[in-house]
Antibody, heavy 119, light 107 residues
Framework: QVQLVESGGGVVQPGRSLRLSCAASGFTFSRYGMHWVRQAPGKGLEWVAV????????YYTDSVKGRFTISRENSKNTLYLQMNSLRAEDTAVYYC????????????WGKGTTVTVSS | DIQMTQSPSTLSASVGDRVTITCRASQSISSRLAWFQQKPGKAPKLLIY???SLESGVPSRFSGSGSGTEFTLTISSLQPDDFASYYCQQYNRYPRSFGQGTKVEIK
């Protein structure tokens, strides 16, 4: 079945780095754009980043530009989010999500991985 | 960037009630609007895309309408499984943006 599984979350000190991974299965990963979306504790959803199906384009929300990098390895069916210079306000559950081919919104979501930035 | 404003933030309703949630965009997004349902501790689930198209497997009691800047999500007869938070999202352009969410609570 179609599945996305995030990993790599944890507790990290401010200013440090973390890399999240998202393993895709059950569909042709290389055909789909992918998003990262996050949710701070008790808050709403915040879109973070997108990468085109072939990795040719990426966009980011302003608050992570220059600190986060989205990438993918289509040969490994895996999406990444490299997070540098982490701040307390980056604390959230991070979801990877597939961009539908029909309409460019998220039609499949992972269960999320939790990132806590704290000293 | 496009701002999305949802109302109300919280809604108290009973099983069987008709429920309407409103979403407004700060500029026209045509029909490029989606609605998501999220239950505590779970990932969001796509309910509606293109403002009014029902995602496969979503019950027909859910419906969406609107275009331009004004949109609504309606649940025709609220069921116990529908008590959750709901988010609108514009996908007309990047950066994507979500409304702040509406929590549907048991009255």
């Amino acid at each position: 079945q179609v599945q996305l599984v995030e990993s790599g979350g944890g507790v990290v000190q401010p200013g440090r780095s973390l890399r999240l991974s998202c393993a895709a299965s059950g569909f042709t990963f290389s055909r789909y754009g992918m998003h990262w979306v996050r949710q701070a504790p008790g808050k709403g959803l915040e879109w973070v980043a997108v990468i085109w199906y072939d990795g040719s384009n990426q966009y980011y929300t302003d608050s992570v530009k220059g600190r986060f990098t989205i990438s993918r390895e289509n040969s490994k069916n895996t999406l990444y989010l490299q997070m540098n210079s982490l701040r307390a306000e980056d604390t959230a559950v991070y979801y990877c999500a597939r961009v539908s081919l029909a309409e460019p919104t998220e039609d499949v979501w992972g269960k999320g991985t939790t990132v806590t930035v704290s000293s | 960037d496009i701002q999305m404003t949802q109302s109300p933030s919280t809604l108290s309703a009973s099983v069987g009630d008709r429920v309407t949630i409103t979403c407004r965009a700060s500029q026209s997004i045509s029909s490029r609007l989606a609605w998501f349902q999220q239950k505590p501790g779970k990932a969001p689930k796509l309910l509606i895309y293109k403002a009014s198209s029902l995602e496969s497997g979503v019950p027909s009691r859910f419906s969406g309408s609107g275009s331009g800047t004004e949109f609504t999500l309606t649940i025709s007869s609220l069921q116990p499984d529908d008590f959750a938070s709901y988010y609108c999202q514009q996908y007309n352009r990047y950066p994507r943006s979500f409304g702040q969410g509406t929590k549907v609570e048991i009255k």
